[in-house]
C-alpha cells in the first residue's frame, strides 16, 4: 500500500463524512429553518410560556412606560414651545391617542403581519411533496480534493441558510415583545418616522422566508452542482434586498465603520505618512513659505478673508 493510496482513501473517507454532513444539516435546517411550524405557526399560536412572559410585561412593565413615555412627551413639547415654536396640544393628544391603541393592537398586528405572510409561504412550501429528502446532486470525478472542496462549500452554505432562518425567528421575538414599547413611544414628539420603520421591518422579517422558499424550490430543477451551491446562497442572502429596510440598516452600518475606518486612516496617515506631516515637509522643502502656510494655501480662506 503506497502513500497515494492511503492519501486517497482518507480524502475519500473525508468527502464520505462531509456528504453524511450535509444531509444532516440539510435535514435540521428544512425542520427547523423551513418548516412552517417553525418559521410562523409557533409564533402564530403561541408557546404557552412566551405568552405568560408576555402578559406579565403587557401588565406589569409597560404600564410604567407609559407614564414614562407621557412624561417625556410633556417634557418635549414644553421644550418645543419655549425654545422653536408653538406645538399643538391637539396633535399631541392625537400622537398619544394613535400610541396607545397600537399599544393595545400591537401583538394582533404583528400576528395579522405573520398570519398574511404564512398563506404566501405555504402556497410555495405544499408544491414540493418532501423537502427533507432533497438530494445534492454532488461532484462526479476522480478528484477527490476537488470533491471535498465542493462538499464543504454545499455545508457552509447550508450553515449560512439556517443561521440566518434562526436569526430572523429570533428577531421575531424580540419585535412581539418590543412593538409595545415601540408603540408607546410613538407620542414622543419626532420619533414617528423611527416607528414606522419599526413596523416595516417586522413586516419585512415576517415575509423573508417566503423568498427563500422560492429559490430554493429551483434546486430540484437543476442538476448542477454549481447552480445549487449557488442557489443555497442565494436563497440566504438575495432576501435581504427585498427587506429594504433591513438592508438600509446594514448598509449605514458598513457605510459608518467604513467611514470611521477612513478618516482614522487619513487622521493617523499611512506609512507615517499625514496632512500634518505632509504640510511640514512642504515647508521644510521649500514648497510652501513657511510664513504663508497656514494662510495661503490654495482653497483656504485666509484672515482676511481672500480665498487662494
Known amino acids: 500500500m503506497t502513500y497515494t493510496s492511503i492519501f486517497n ?43 405568560a412572559f408576555y402578559r406579565y410585561l403587557f401588565n406589569n412593565v409597560y404600564s410604567d412606560i407609559i407614564l414614562i413615555a407621557i412624561t417625556v412627551s410633556a417634557i418635549i413639547m414644553l421644550a418645543y414651545n419655549s425654545l422653536i415654536k408653538p406645538y399643538s396640544p391637539a396633535k399631541l393628544l392625537i400622537k398619544i391617542f394613535a400610541s396607545i391603541v397600537l399599544f393595545e393592537s400591537s401583538y394582533r398586528i404583528s400576528m395579522f403581519f405573520m398570519s398574511i405572510s404564512l398563506v404566501f409561504y405555504n402556497n410555495i412550501y405544499t408544491l414540493k411533496p418532501n423537502w427533507y429528502g432533497l438530494e445534492f446532486s454532488g461532484i462526479s470525478g476522480a478528484n477527490s480534493f476537488i470533491s471535498i472542496l465542493f462538499t464543504g462549500t454545499f455545508i457552509l452554505a447550508i450553515v449560512l441558510l439556517f443561521g440566518i432562518l434562526i436569526i430572523r425567528q429570533a428577531l421575531i421575538l424580540f419585535f412581539i415583545l418590543f412593538m409595545p414599547v415601540a408603540s408607546i413611544l410613538l407620542m414622543v ?13 417586522f413586516f419585512e422579517l415576517a415575509f423573508f422566508p417566503f423568498f427563500t422558499i422560492i429559490i430554493l424550490y429551483l434546486i430540484g430543477i437543476f442538476n448542477n452542482p454549481f447552480l445549487e451551491i449557488g442557489l443555497i ?14 438592508y438600509r440598516y446594514f448598509q449605514g452600518s458598513m457605510n459608518f465603520l467604513t467611514t470611521d475606518a477612513a478618516m482614522t486612516e487619513i487622521s493617523t496617515g499611512i506609512g507615517g505618512l499625514n496632512p500634518t506631516s505632509l504640510l511640514n515637509g512642504g515647508v521644510e522643502l521649500g514648497i510652501i513659505e513657511s510664513n504663508t502656510s497656514k494662510n495661503l494655501i490654495p482653497g483656504i480662506i485666509d484672515e482676511a478673508g481672500g480665498l487662494h
Do not use: C
Not at 414628539?189 to 421591518?201: A, D, V
Open 9 to 51: 482513501g482518507i480524502l475519500e473517507a473525508i468527502t464520505n463524512l462531509a456528504r453524511s454532513s450535509i444531509i444532516f444539516l440539510w435535514h435540521l435546517m428544512v425542520n427547523y429553518g423551513l418548516n412552517p411550524e417553525y418559521s410562523y405557526i409557533q409564533f402564530i399560536h403561541g408557546n404557552s410560556s412566551f405568552i
Open 189 to 201: 414628539p419626532g420619533s414617528e418616522k423611527q416607528i414606522l420603520k419599526l413596523y416595516r421591518i
Open 233 to 246: 446562497y442565494v436563497a440566504a442572502t438575495a432576501p435581504l434586498f427585498f427587506v429594504t429596510e433591513i
